[in-house]
């Protein structure tokens, strides 16, 4: 089991605060072997979105253009989104709720690269032991494959790492060929409620596909 949250962890994806979530050991630097040609590479219109995600792997810091990003998991959306001449700013809450209104939140359970994805409860934000903390996480959708994973990547304690989900088997920590699908995205702790889930396609919420969007007007 999973080792016990650190307190100095908590509240991580609000902005302004640059600790990132409570997410050590989770979603490390994985390489999963394309299942075809076509997967090798993000394609359509958020593979730029995808592309910035996946430069910052392995990064302890998020700068573009001369900017510096919170270390978060809406910071590295924000980082993404700007490299790809697309930005916006939030937390995951309000890059969540700016989708929905503009129309571009969906939960289709094939995303696309580009794709930002949001989750539930991967940690106790308001420390109440219940489980009760919508849209705490946020990633970016990196690849896509022809099983249903799909790699994904964020920030975790250790910095800008990737990790797996699958959500036609969401429950599921690894296929019949023993290969990861589901990267836990909870700690576990002896204070969780028993209906605690802790695999990233358990907590998934929804996606937002924002290269859908005109860009932003300047501001000059």
Not at 88 to 94: E, H, K, L
Not at 178 to 186: K, M, S, W
């Amino acid at each position: 089991m999973l080792g016990l949250v650190t307190l100095s962890l908590l509240g991580a994806c609000a902005p302004g605060l640059r600790m990132p979530g409570p997410l050590s050991r989770l979603g490390e630097a994985v390489e999963r072997v394309p299942l075809s040609p076509a997967e090798a590479r993000p394609s359509g219109e958020g593979a730029e979105i995808a592309r910035a995600a996946a430069s910052f792997v392995g990064d302890t810091q998020l700068r573009v253009d001369g900017e510096n990003f919170r270390m978060d998991c809406s910071g590295l959306v924000e980082a993404s989104l700007a490299q790809a001449d697309l930005p916006r700013s939030g937390s995951s809450a309000s890059l969540h709720d700016e989708a929905e209104t503009s129309g571009v939140l969906h939960r289709r359970r094939q995303p696309r690269p580009g794709d930002i994805a949001f989750f539930d409860d991967t940690y106790d934000r308001n420390g109440n032991g219940q489980l009760d903390d919508p849209l705490s996480h946020s990633a970016v959708v990196e690849r896509v494959f022809a099983d249903g994973t799909v790699q994904l990547v964020h920030v975790g304690s250790k910095g800008v790492v990737r990790f797996r989900m699958n959500l036609r088997h969401p429950s599921a920590r690894e296929d019949g060929d023993g290969e990861v699908i589901n990267d836990y995205l909870r700690q576990a702790r002896k204070s969780d409620p028993p209906a605690t889930r802790y695999l990233a396609g358990e907590l998934w919420d929804s996606f937002a596909s924002f290269y859908e969007l005109p860009p932003l007007a300047s501001e000059e």
